[in-house]
């Protein structure tokens, strides 16, 4: 599976902003580097630019300015369209078609490049979100919100792409379903070697399931460091204020129970 | 019911016409709003643009809309040089896609721009071009309000198709128009019947594809389709052995002696050997331009019309010179051919209830000029606007206290029922003996001769053939025989068919 995959895909920015018209500036001239099999979360509270600098990545936002590369390639050297089937993306809304099946849902990507022996693929897929088989012939709306979000990855992994986008991919579901679905994404990070870059604004999950983290506010990145360097305090005040707040409830939750 | 029944007999074959010009404009509506509606999803502008128009559009009553784009054809033919066809089919297609235009567009716009952002994101996300993009999931996903806006389309289209019978396009309109007019109420009731059930039939099978598409069963679109596309083969059936040399189109206005008078030229057509359709319900400005142009083929129209309407003359000479005029200038101007004059004449002839006119003393049109404040003045729907008002008025000096138009018939009625004083009747009209009105004579000469003149497209002009089958007409119905074959359809009581009018006044005249 892995032979056709591009593997240890880095990601690099150099100078890239982000304006609207009427003066708003989303991201403000960042250049960082994301190396090839890295897990990376982008943490920042709404508005910090961190949708907007994922979404420049397979193009759904043009950049004002700057420059992306993929593996050492500029993402606009290739249609967009081309680019995208080439990684994965899974955001918030899901955005499955109400109108086909789980099965064609998955198999939308290998419909689109022509790839035939579609229903061997759809299986082993299936297998890979842990889905049961009999799933594929269901309705999106027949399905619960885990499950749905599973269809959503299985969509994303389907044409085996080497980078994984994804837009707060657990923001609406409830947190033990939450807590399932980050271990699966983050044990299938690993067995398929893919890069990662997951916006969430939640510091606990970025710390729990990330190798690295991005901490953004008002278009910039405000911190670069490792989940141990940021439980240091090593990550500076931004990062702090953030850290500080999954810290803080963990303390109480000990509290009570030693109390109890 | 019988009557009803015998009404019902006339329908096949228009209905096949109705269809098929309704079926063409909605195919066209969809052609066309499609594609807008998609561009509009994704500029605004556009859409602002389009559905403005489509609407303002829709704000035009049918009939004018038709009427316009004869104006509009003609230039445009005049523009590429001619052939390009301003009366029937084609007006009543453009017409009617106009018209289907707004409620396919808006429900396609309104279902593009609603579709949920995130199945869009995904579309983009999994790497769609915009072709797959609309293709694989908007497409499908706005279809069942697309189809919503269709059978709205389908509906509002094969109702305003009735309407194409006045621009000389075949459909259920003839059978309600000529009801309408000789007060063969089960002429138009079947006509109304038949285009409400074609439009209630189209409805349901479009009803069911929309349904089909939103539950995704496709056995039952494709089942509903094959119904449409059945129907479709049926109604084109009869036009396959359309045109050919044998075959003539005999026009006639929307009245019943145009109506009478066509099925005796056809008779006269079909004992020479010819095959004969009729394109009924012509508006008046409408027939000769049909004749000139070759739509139809031969019909009946009268001297001081063209002389007024068409040639916009003021002044009013002998009938002769008139007729020596209409002759020369149709000639000349159109290639029309006056064959001859059919022997009657049926001009407006100032009219009031008998014992009306007697208590009040008026004979002629300059009687009625002291006491007119005081009456009120029916007319058909043109009168008021004819140039034969304008002179009467000018010659007289002739103000009414109220004038209001109706149909002809009614016209009639409002006299009787004595809701109406004067009205211009026309002198070849049954009721102006049946109702015992006294025509009133016009002693300053000011409205024109109206002789009924037989006229034949540039075509016939030197066709012995066709020249010969229709000779026979010429001077051969005196006006009694014309007013008594009209009264023969127009009275209330035992009315009889144009049909059967026409057999009557063959009799009668020596055929």
Not at chain 2, 136 to 146: G, M, N, T
Not at chain 2, 176 to 190: D, E, K
Not at chain 2, 273 to 284: A, C, D, N, T
Request: net charge neutral; proline share 5%; hydrophobic share 50%.
């Amino acid at each position: 599976m892995a032979a056709s995959r591009d593997t240890d895909l880095s990601v690099a920015f150099a100078g890239v902003s982000k304006h609207y018209a009427g003066g708003a500036v989303a991201v403000d001239d960042v250049s960082i580097e994301i190396a090839g099999g890295s897990f990376v979360a982008l943490v920042g509270a709404s508005g910090s630019g961190k949708s907007t600098l994922l979404k420049m990545i397979n193009r759904l936002i043009e950049p004002s300015a700057g420059q992306i590369r993929i593996g050492g390639a500029d993402v606009t050297g290739e249609p967009p369209f081309r680019l995208r089937r080439r990684i994965g993306y899974v955001f918030q809304n899901i955005g499955l078609f109400p109108h086909l099946s789980v099965a064609e849902n998955i198999a939308i990507g290998l419909r689109l490049t022509g790839r035939k022996d579609r229903d061997g693929r759809i299986a082993e897929l299936l297998d890979l979100v842990d889905l049961p088989q009999e799933y594929s012939r269901r309705m999106p709306d027949a399905l619960s919100g885990g499950q749905r979000q599973r269809v959503g990855v299985a969509r994303a992994l389907a044409l085996e792409p080497g980078l994984m986008l994804m837009d707060e991919p657990f923001g609406a579901l409830d947190p033990v379903t939450r807590d399932q679905l980050g271990r699966s994404i983050r044990r299938l990070h690993d067995r398929l070697g893919l890069t990662t870059i997951m916006v969430t604004h939640d510091m606990a999950e970025a710390l729990i399931l990330a190798d690295r983290v991005l901490v953004m506010a008002r278009g910039r990145i405000v911190a670069d460091a490792t989940p141990p360097e940021l439980l240091a305090g090593e990550g500076g005040a931004e990062a702090d204020a953030l850290v500080s707040v999954p810290r803080e409830q963990a303390r109480r939750l000990r509290e009570i129970g030693g109390g109890a | 019911m019988t009557a009803f029944l015998d009404a019902m007999g006339r329908v096949p074959p228009l209905l096949a016409q109705h269809l098929l010009l309704a079926f063409c404009a909605l195919l066209l509506g969809i052609v066309v709003s499609l594609p807008l509606a998609i561009v509009s999803a994704r500029r605004p502008g556009v859409a602002r643009v389009a559905l403005g128009l489509a609407s303002l559009v829709q704000t035009i009553p049918t009939l004018a809309l038709l009427a316009l784009f004869y104006p509009v054809l003609l230039s445009l033919s005049a523009l590429v040089g001619g052939g390009i066809p301003a009366l029937g089919f084609l007006p009543s297609l453009l017409a009617l896609s106009l018209y289907a235009l707004l409620p396919i567009l808006r429900n396609a716009v309104t279902g593009l721009t609603g579709l949920d952002p995130a199945v869009i994101e995904a579309a983009d996300g999994v790497g769609m071009t915009a072709w797959q993009k609309l293709r694989l999931v908007e497409a499908p996903l706005v279809a069942p309000v697309v189809m919503a806006g269709i059978r709205t389309a389908a509906v509002w289209t094969i109702g305003a198709a009735t309407l194409s019978t006045t621009v000389g396009q075949p459909s259920l309109g003839d059978m309600i128009f000529a009801g309408l007019q000789t007060q063969n109420w089960a002429l138009v009731l079947a006509g109304c019947f038949s285009a409400a059930a074609l439009a209630l039939a189209v409805d349901a099978l479009l009803g069911l594809v929309e349904h089909g598409i939103a539950a995704r069963r496709r056995g039952r679109v494709w089942a509903a389709l094959a119904v449409l596309a059945v129907g479709m083969a049926v109604a084109l059936a009869p036009m396959w052995p359309q045109g050919g040399p044998g075959h003539v189109v005999i026009g006639a206005k929307s009245f019943s002696e145009q109506y009478i008078l066509s099925r005796v030229i056809g008779h006269r057509l079909e004992a020479a050997g010819y095959r004969v359709e009729y394109r009924e319900g012509l508006g008046s400005g409408v027939a000769l331009n049909a004749l000139s142009s070759g739509t139809i083929d031969v019909y009946v129209d009268y001297t001081g019309t063209i002389w007024a309407d068409t040639m916009k003359r003021g002044d009013v000479p002998p009938r002769d010179a008139i007729l020596a005029g209409v002759r020369d200038w149709a000639a000349r101007s159109r290639g029309v051919t006056l064959l001859g004059k059919l022997g009657f004449e049926n001009a407006y002839a100032f009219a009031m209830r008998g014992d009306d006119a007697a208590r009040r003393g008026v004979r002629s049109i300059a009687d009625l000029v002291p006491i007119a404040s005081r009456l009120r003045f029916a007319t058909d729907i043109e009168f008021l606007d004819r140039p034969e008002w304008a002179a009467v008025k000018r010659a007289y000096g002739l103000e009414f206290g109220s004038a209001h138009p109706y149909q002809p018939t009614f016209m009639y009625r409002a006299l009787e029922s004595g809701a109406a004083d004067v009205i211009p009747a026309f002198s070849s009209d049954g009721r102006i003996a049946a109702d015992r009105l006294t025509v009133l004579s016009d002693p300053k000469g000011a409205i024109p001769g109206y002789d009924a003149i037989l006229l034949l497209s540039p075509k016939h002009a030197h066709d012995a053939r066709f020249q010969t089958a229709l000779r026979p007409l010429i001077g051969r119905i005196p006006v009694e025989a014309m007013r008594a074959a009209n009264y023969l359809v127009d009275r209330d009581t035992d009315k009889q068919s144009p049909e059967a009018a026409a057999r009557w006044l063959e009799k009668r005249i020596g055929f």
